[in-house]
């Protein structure tokens, strides 16, 4: 299934990361509710915004978008999961 926008919301640290150029993946931990957005789907883009932001906030500079290039499963260790070891989605953003 091709849907045209998979949105995903990112603390200011990891944004910034990012917009920086210094982050190419996000991750989303192996899950039921992440099974349902990425598995068997394709999008046309990701957009990425730093935390929640009103529409009449959302701006160049609390919003990156990127081409839809997959993902692919990693095993990562970090400290959000008391550094353990997690099996993850790694979304790529690379720019065209």
């Known amino acids: 299934m091709v849907s045209e926008i998979l949105y995903l919301r990112l603390k200011a640290i990891y944004f910034n990361e990012i917009k920086r150029g210094l982050?190419?993946?996000?991750?989303?931990?192996?899950?039921?509710?992440?099974?349902?957005?990425?598995?068997?789907?394709?999008?046309?883009?990701?957009?990425?915004?730093?935390?929640?932001p009103s529409?009449?906030?959302?701006?160049?500079?609390?919003?990156?978008?990127f081409p839809w290039k997959g993902y692919t499963i990693k095993k990562i260790t970090h400290q959000l999961w008391g550094n353990q070891e997690k099996e993850v989605y790694a979304i790529k953003l690379e720019r065209d």
């Open 55 to 65: 529409r009449i906030k959302i701006s160049r500079e609390n919003c990156l978008r």
């Open 23 to 52: 982050k190419h993946e996000e991750y989303r931990l192996v899950c039921k509710y992440w099974d349902t957005r990425l598995k068997d789907r394709t999008y046309k883009w990701i957009h990425i915004t730093k935390g929640y």
